[in-house]
């Protein structure tokens, strides 16, 4: 099937045009613009100063997925990189040194301002200080500590307070020339929850068999507004909305996942993944999957922008500060491994799963260290399987395509063997 | 320990640095009945605290070139590197049975996800993943930082089962300070004097102080200084250079070792930061737990590790290095897959670029064992600073 024949949603035609506004809006030079990241992203707080949101790693994806990024993170070895460091970091590095040219094919503005928010990544710390070197702009940053003890402490929630009261603010006041409304952020924070209530509804929906939806591959698509530029919007509560009317339609008709390539057959195994998924090979990495019958219910990755579903957090207009503090530290891979494997173990058990299927991912240390014990220990809770493929975020010469579905054939037996067998399998390592 | 000459000293810290048992830390654990040792990761910990305690902090540097890593390779990926593998190696061999607790100082993701593996590994002992603020301000973090320091001394203090007074801890924030001003007399010296006090020798001190309770390292530092002082060793025809990049996983001996042998003598570097991290004394009047977070916020050294507010900040700390300790040059030598290190490095690198400072790169694992390709490009670099350094 050719790349126009891909099926689309109208979700996700909406979906494409959202961002493809807000790209128009980043290059138009009519608005002030900040960089900032997906995990912990203030966007809110941002729209209360009128200023665009633009996200490196976005733009990074969307270059991986039009197979220019190879390209970029070479530019950015040749001008000094290490082939070790995260790809996002050169992918974003080398845009720069090619021309910046966002998505629409207009260049990228300067960003007015860096906005260093980030949660669960030391490396969004050096990758900001790498783009403030070569914009000169200001930056400010929200440090949102570890929740390395599973809960966030009060002493973090009182610093992340203290830096927005005395640091971000007044900050994005100087940019931006408007002064802070505190009410304005209140309409936006009630108007995330109620997009996030649709968010949460459209996950749970996997529980059903077979799954109506796919919460890794399909899953990238659904989170896009929510963890972007749309927190907050009335779109993203029209997009949230239409998505759920098309996953009830689809129930209504007993339909299961939905591929780029169609209807995708017979649902024969359900996984929960963890880590990212692999941008430059990512409609043959989700064929793999499809093509086997295995659909993925649940998956890490759908909170790495936020943790809505775990612990029923929503945005909360009443304490808007807090909220936003709380919301920082709850973000997936800001949470101890412990947690973390606490919510793979519950994923596999409500969402009737057959396994956890782990893609590690060579760039991305938040994520990929760590991974081993925690399979093992998803295992010991669940008595289900666990595998391990591969890959990595944005580098396409990371991607084997023969030793992946090597690995996921194998996994698949494992889970029929085991089914056979009702005994436990052993780990694919 | 008592020793006159330098090689007795020398040897007596090769005996510990070799020795993946920890003997003289279980010795010291031993000595007294109730007596525990925290283990912590490199990078800055706030040793004052645990000192006041009652309590050894004891540095674990991963396993070194001579650990055969085989439990700890089915933790981490090929692409991670290797001081979490060795870490775990030591740890489920039971190398650290005797140790009560761990702390995981923030340096980077590897750093923080082991934090995570030990409480799911080792869930009977206490283990603190350990933040430190990336804001300066005393407001902000430093008010962030007083309250995690809090947090620790009460931690330590229900581990220990005993509070931890002002009074200890002023006097733990003294023995510190001691500790500190001698292991900047040893730089010093070195930088000085670097054929008196060769870095392998000067190394091999600084990782006793990371087993040593403070107030033995303190006298092993002035015994080793006033034997280097006696010995009769000829001057070479070295460049001078400083050493960055490796203040985590540490690298083999050897290195150290070739760098010197193929014309490079090493006049600062940033092994075991921990020992060199405040660069001032702390205060003992007034609020210890106020005075050591000040101390780090506004007199601690820049790394990788920390956020510059600034761009003019950047690369300062290395460029006054460069220039107080009148290097010719740098090496960027950091371990394979150390995200902090290798991002950090093409930013110090168009600094020195900017001021004409010649600089090779090389990158490490602590048990990499082919030196010969690392003496070449070290002593291609000394021989070009001498041959063509305006100097």
């Not at chain 1, 260290?369 to 580098?395: I, N, S």
Request: charged share 25%; aromatic share 10%.
């Amino acid at each position: 099937m050719s790349q126009q024949d891909v099926i689309k949603s109208r979700s996700m035609l909406l979906q494409k045009e959202m961002i493809a506004r807000n790209y128009d809006k980043i290059t138009s030079g009519e608005v002030k613009v900040s960089s900032t990241f997906v995990p912990g992203n203030l966007n809110e707080l941002l729209m209360c100063f009128d200023i665009a949101n633009n996200l490196p790693e976005i733009n990074a994806i969307q270059n991986a997925m039009r197979k220019k990024s190879g390209e970029m993170i070479m530019e950015a070895e040749r001008s000094g990189h290490s082939e070790d460091v995260c790809t996002y970091v050169k992918a974003d590095i080398g845009m720069m040194a090619k021309g910046n040219i966002a998505p629409n094919g207009k260049p990228f503005p300067d960003p007015d301002v860096l906005l260093l928010s980030y949660t669960g990544c030391f490396t969004f710390l050096k990758w900001f200080e790498l783009l403030r070197e070569q914009y000169k702009c200001p930056t400010v940053m929200l440090q949102v500590p570890y929740s390395a003890d599973g809960q966030p402490t009060k002493n973090h929630r009182d610093y992340i307070v203290k830096q927005l009261k005395e640091e971000v603010i007044p900050t994005l006041e100087k940019i931006s020339g408007i002064k802070f409304d505190i009410d304005r952020l209140r309409e936006y924070l009630r108007k995330s929850a109620k997009a996030e209530d649709d968010l949460v509804w459209m996950l749970e929906q996997s529980k059903r068999k077979p799954s109506p939806i796919d919460c890794y591959f399909g899953g990238v698509y659904y989170m896009g507004p929510i963890f972007t530029a749309f927190r907050g919007t009335d779109e993203a509560i029209t997009y949230y909305q239409m998505l759920r009317e098309e996953i009830q339609e689809r129930i209504d008709k007993g339909l299961g996942v939905q591929t780029p390539e169609g209807e995708m057959g017979e649902e024969k195994y359900r996984l929960v993944v963890e880590g990212p998924p692999n941008w430059t090979s990512f409609r043959e990495f989700w064929k793999m999957f499809h093509e086997a019958g295995a659909v993925v219910v649940a998956s890490s990755y759908t909170k790495v922008g936020g943790v809505y579903d775990y612990d029923n957090f929503r945005h909360d207009p009443d304490h808007p500060l807090e909220s936003l503090a709380d919301y920082c530290l709850g973000v997936y891979t800001n949470r101890n491994l412990p947690t973390r494997v606490d919510m793979l173990a519950r994923n596999i058990k409500e969402y009737e799963a057959d396994g956890l299927l782990i893609n590690s991912i060579k760039s991305c240390n938040s994520f990929s260290a760590g991974q081993l014990v925690l399979m093992r220990e998803v295992e010991k809770l669940t008595g289900k399987p666990g595998a391990f493929v591969e890959t990595d975020l944005v580098d396409p010469r990371y991607f084997s395509a023969a030793n992946v579905k090597n690995r996921l054939e194998s996994y698949f037996q494992m889970i029929d063997q085991k089914r056979r067998a009702g005994g436990s399998a052993t780990t694919l390592a | 320990m008592s020793a006159d000459s330098v090689k007795e000293i020398v040897d007596f810290c090769q005996g510990i640095f070799e020795d993946l048992d920890f003997t003289k830390a279980r010795e010291w654990k031993d000595a007294e009945p109730g007596r525990k040792v925290i283990g912590y990761m490199p990078v800055y910990v706030p040793r004052e605290i645990i000192h006041a305690a009652g309590m050894l902090p004891l540095g674990i540097l991963g396993g070194g070139a001579d650990l055969e890593v085989i439990h700890g390779d089915a933790f981490y990926q090929s692409y991670i590197c290797r001081i979490p593998r060795s870490t775990v190696e030591l740890a489920i061999t039971g190398k650290l049975d005797f140790v009560d607790g761990m702390m995981f100082p923030s340096i980077c993701d590897v750093m923080r996800n082991l934090s995570g593996i030990w409480q799911l590994l080792f869930k009977d002992k206490y283990v603190r993943y350990f933040d430190v603020p990336q804001n300066f301000k005393d407001e902000v973090g430093g008010v962030f930082y007083a309250n995690e320091l809090r947090e620790l001394k009460e931690g330590l203090e229900k581990l220990g089962g005993r509070e931890i007074t002002e009074e200890a801890l002023r006097h733990s924030v003294e023995v510190y300070n001691e500790n500190r001003q001698w292991v900047n007399k040893v730089y010093d010296y070195r930088s000085a004097t670097p054929w008196k006090a060769p870095s392998v020798e000067v190394y091999l001190l600084m990782r006793a102080g990371m087993v040593l309770p403070p107030e033995e390292h303190t006298q092993l530092m002035k015994d080793y200084l006033a034997a280097a002082d006696r010995e009769d060793r000829p001057m070479r025809d070295n460049c001078r250079i400083a050493l960055t990049g490796a203040f985590c996983e540490q690298p083999p001996l050897n290195l150290i070792k070739s760098l010197e042998l193929s014309g490079c003598y090493i006049v600062d570097d940033d092994f075991m930061l921990v020992t060199r991290w405040l660069l001032e004394d702390v205060p003992t009047d007034g609020d210890p737990i106020e005075n050591l977070s000040k101390a780090f916020l506004h007199h601690s050294a820049e790394t990788a590790a920390k956020f510059e507010d600034t761009v003019e900040g950047k690369g300062s700390y290395l460029l006054e290095t460069i220039r107080k300790r009148r290097a010719d040059g740098v090496i960027f030598a950091a371990p394979s897959f150390c995200d902090p290190a290798l991002l950090d490095q093409p930013m110090l690198v168009s600094r020195l670029e900017a001021h004409k400072i010649p600089y090779i790169t090389m990158q490490y694992a602590e048990n990499s064992g082919q030196m010969q390709p690392i003496r070449e490009q070290s002593g291609t670099f000394a021989d070009s600073i001498k041959l063509w350094s305006v100097a």
